[in-house]
């Protein structure tokens, strides 16, 4: 990544200071700890002015609407404190001044402002842009004192330098000059080239990479630990089926003290009997205290009992296999977004917000067109998997999916089926799935009136009668 220096911060301040100067506050938001707005109007045009102290990302420009969406900006609801106290001070007052200090990467913006008692004071907004120290600070410049900043500095992080409410603003210790610089980039740009919309642009695209990179990685996070829970559910509960797979034996005992309730003495610790279904001799061990008829029942009531458990077991094993599914697929959904939009559009399924499962409002599928009128639709995710199930597809349509495997939903749509369209669907439903490098994986396929889907399933879950498998390799 290219840094941001002080040849950069010159060059803009040169190109942007005659819309700066005089320039009215009208709204100040910051939209993360690190990210501002500040809204400016001046010469018959309004402007936002962003600011980014990312140590990573550290840079000033005017932002242009494009670059404002690109960049993700959500504007929280409860502003920060610095947010607020500059609102307080700052909004609705005036740019006096300007100044970039020279061989260093700060900017100063001199406002005209007033107090409580109306007197008419100065007040410096310092943008520090200076990698892991960059910093916004607001002192007044009669004083020196500082107002606020947007993160406090104490003893504790920097021997050299404090800041925070209440003490003077002191100018930093001088950088060494940067290795990595836009020097070389600046110097080559012609001069009817607009030094901001190039540090926009650049930072533009760099911030939406990021955090396109940051919330895939943390949507797989959530969703690998929630595949975790469920895959340690079911081999718990599978453990437990195990232990109760040998339930019959105690049917089996019940029968034997039964078919010899009166060979045996009514009371005994334990008893000798043929096991006619695994022809040989067993010994029971029984409690003495009991009959031999109340011993049968308490095996017939440890049978009854172990075959309920069981059945629950199973639905619980069902249920669980369904949502392990449900996951994977969101997991696939996931991996296989290529935007940040794509990772909205799954947002209230890893966030656990409140969806509505079946939606009025059109979602735009990907599609292949042909000539024909045939169209082949493919679902990136549970959501477009289930609106092409439930709003696009027709009884007669065919339905493609990995078989075992998460994947894409694949809908033919056609008036002329051939072997070679269902051929290629297939091979788009390899492609579209978690499968897509295996050498050889099952497509299933059947019509649209042979899908299902069950109440209260999840979203995009079908189940299917009537199918057909391709091997594609």
């Not at 690190?34 to 980014?52: A, D, P, S, V």
Request: proline residues 3%; hydrophobic residues 35%; aromatic residues 10%.
């Amino acid at each position: 990544m290219i840094t941001f220096d002080n040849l950069t911060l010159n060059a803009f301040y040169e190109e942007q200071k005659e819309f700066i100067i005089g320039a009215r506050i009208n709204k100040i938001q910051q939209p993360t700890r690190r990210e501002f707005l500040i809204t400016l109007r001046n010469l018959g045009e309004t402007k936002q002015l962003y600011i980014n102290i990312n140590p990573q990302m550290y840079h000033i420009c005017v932002a242009s609407k494009e670059n404002i969406t690109k960049r993700e900006l959500e504007i929280p609801k409860s502003p920060p404190m610095f947010c607020m106290l500059l609102r307080k001070y700052l909004e609705n007052s005036k740019i006096a001044k300007l100044e970039c200090q020279k061989g260093e990467r700060i900017l100063e913006f001199y406002i005209e402002t007033y107090n409580e008692l109306k007197d008419k004071i100065f007040l410096c907004l310092a943008i520090e842009l200076m990698g892991k120290h960059s910093n916004i600070i607001l002192y007044n410049t009669d004083t020196g004192i500082i107002l606020g900043c947007a993160h406090n500095v104490g003893a504790d992080k920097s021997r050299e330098r404090e800041i925070y409410g209440g003490i003077p603003y002191t100018y930093p210790p001088q950088q060494k000059q940067l290795t990595k610089t836009w020097d070389s980039l600046i110097e080559k740009v012609k001069p009817q080239t607009n030094v901001n919309d190039l540090i926009d642009n650049y930072y533009a695209n760099i911030i939406a990479v990021h955090k396109y990179n940051m919330l895939k990685n943390n949507y797989k996070a959530i969703v690998t630990q929630k595949l975790k829970k469920i895959n340690k559910s079911i081999a718990q509960i599978n453990n437990k089926l195990l232990s109760n797979s040998d339930s019959d034996k105690f049917r089996l005992w019940g029968d034997l003290i039964m078919a010899n309730l009166y060979n045996l003495p009514d009371y005994s610790s334990k008893i000798e009997v043929f096991d006619y279904e695994n022809n040989k001799q067993i010994e029971l061990k029984l409690d003495k205290n009991k009959t031999l008829k109340e011993n049968a029942n308490r095996f017939y009531r440890q049978y009854t009992k172990a075959k309920s458990a069981n059945s629950k077991i199973n639905e619980l094993i069902e249920k669980y296999t369904q949502d392990k599914q449900y996951i994977e697929q969101l997991l696939y959904s996931i991996n296989s977004a290529k935007t940040i939009d794509d990772l909205k559009e799954i947002s209230p399924e890893v966030e656990h917000k409140k969806e509505i499962k079946k939606t009025k409002q059109q979602i735009d599928i990907p599609k292949i067109e042909f000539e024909n009128g045939t169209r082949i639709y493919i679902g990136k995710n549970n959501k477009q998997n289930d609106y092409i199930i439930s709003k696009l597809a027709s009884d007669d349509d065919l339905w493609f999916h990995t078989h075992n495997c998460a994947g894409s939903h694949v809908l033919l749509k056609t008036q002329n089926l051939t072997d070679e369209l269902i051929l290629k669907c297939a091979k788009l439903a390899k492609e579209n799935s978690s499968a897509k490098d295996s050498s050889k994986i099952g497509v299933i396929y059947t019509k649209r009136k042979y899908l299902r889907k069950p109440p209260a399933a999840n979203l995009g879950y079908v189940t299917y009668k009537n199918e057909k498998e391709i091997i594609i390799d």
